[in-house]
């Protein structure tokens, strides 16, 4: 993207719930922003085959697709919480707030649908401004290797995560059971 078609701050930023429309170009957002390895991650195995709850894309001026959010269900031994992930900003369009708005869209949208917690894989550097930290998430694990001090929650609900223990597993819709029933 060239300084011409950089939204100038935020106030050009749009975000909204992603439609099937937008999966083609929210896809190649995803492949040109993120590490080529993002599809072979633990976080991935909670997300394969599943419908997100909440999945969210971010428009510039022009409409052109700059960011997105997801996030998933998931449980560990009781409460259950929304996975974040992926969070991607185009490379073109980094620090104006992007990231910062989908985040506050998500964490609201999260909580609008009487969901308790979120939990992500993520530097503590980044996601610190937004609340999450490694506190709750201390005997929680990801189906694969992960580093604990990048396993971070937000209660969204005093208490939410009490008790949560071991090895998150998905709990969303199928994706192939929608398409059946299409
Ligand atoms: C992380 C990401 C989503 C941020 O998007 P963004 O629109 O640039 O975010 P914002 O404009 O809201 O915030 C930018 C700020 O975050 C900081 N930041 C970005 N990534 C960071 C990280 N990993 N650790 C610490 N700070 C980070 C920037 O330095 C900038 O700091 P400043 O406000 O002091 O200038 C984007 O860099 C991205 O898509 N990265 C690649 C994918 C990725 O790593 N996703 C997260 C894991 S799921």
New binding site residues.
């Given amino acids: 993207m060239n300084d011409f078609a950089r939204p100038a701050s935020t106030a050009a930023l749009s975000i909204a719930p992603e439609a099937a429309g937008d999966i083609a170009a929210r896809d190649r957002l995803l492949d040109r922003?993120?590490a080529s390895n993002w599809r072979r991650k633990a976080s991935e195995k909670l997300r394969r085959g599943r419908l997100p709850a909440i999945a969210l894309v971010a428009r510039d001026a022009s409409g052109t697709i700059v960011?997105t959010v997801r996030l998933w269900q998931v449980e560990a031994g009781g409460p259950s919480a929304l996975l974040l992930?992926?969070?991607?900003?185009d490379p073109g369009?980094?620090?104006?707030?992007?990231?910062?708005a989908l985040m506050r869209a998500a964490i609201a949208a999260a909580r609008d649908g009487g969901h308790g917690a979120i939990v992500l894989m993520?530097?503590p550097?980044?996601y610190g401004r937004f609340g999450f930290s490694a506190d709750r998430t201390g005997a929680l694990a990801m189906p694969g290797p992960f580093e604990p001090r990048r396993l971070l929650a937000l209660e969204l609900g005093e208490g939410a995560l009490a008790g949560a223990r071991g090895v998150l597993r998905p709990t969303g819709a199928k994706a192939d059971a929608m398409r059946k029933a299409a």
């Fill in positions: 922003a993120m960011g992930g992926p969070l991607a900003v369009a980094r620090g104006l707030g992007t990231g910062s993520g530097d550097e980044y």
